[in-house]
């Protein structure tokens, strides 16, 4: 009896900093997006895109490694067809995309499980996706 108590209580310490957040974004009653914090860091969101009450995207974070992980259900059967990771590239004197971000993205084409697209991609930190740049300054 002794040692389960100081157990439980260093299990209830350890998840004390673990907070969930959860929205109702379209106030139908039913949650869209729920949040989840580890030591006040957001490490992951859950959302429902089509208000059907079930979890079609997860976000995960993770900032010791500059990743972020992004898996989608894109035909709500609620498996996930389409899986983005987002990572920093290692500085290394001999890789061409040190410090790039490297994207992967698995496309599963017609929902059977298994990816039949799988391709990666390498964009510099600060490179500006917008399709009109900002003017430059003379």
Request: charged content about 35%.
């Amino acid at each position: 009896m002794k040692l389960i108590i100081p157990i439980f209580l260093c299990l209830n310490v350890l998840s004390a900093s673990r907070v969930e957040k959860k929205v109702d974004i379209n106030a139908d009653g039913k949650i869209d997006r729920i949040e989840i914090y580890e030591d006040k860091e957001l490490i992951e969101v859950r959302e429902d895109r089509n208000q059907d009450g079930k979890i079609d995207v997860i976000t995960i974070h993770k900032s010791a490694t500059f990743s972020k992980q992004v898996r989608q259900d894109t035909n709500f059967d609620g498996k996930y067809d389409r899986i983005k990771t987002f990572k920093k590239v290692k500085e290394s004197p001999n890789n061409k995309n040190a410090g790039k971000i490297q994207i992967r993205t698995q496309v599963d084409k017609d929902h059977n499980g298994s990816y039949e697209i799988d391709f990666y991609n390498y964009i510099n930190p600060l490179q500006q996706t917008d399709s009109n740049p900002s003017p430059k300054i003379p």
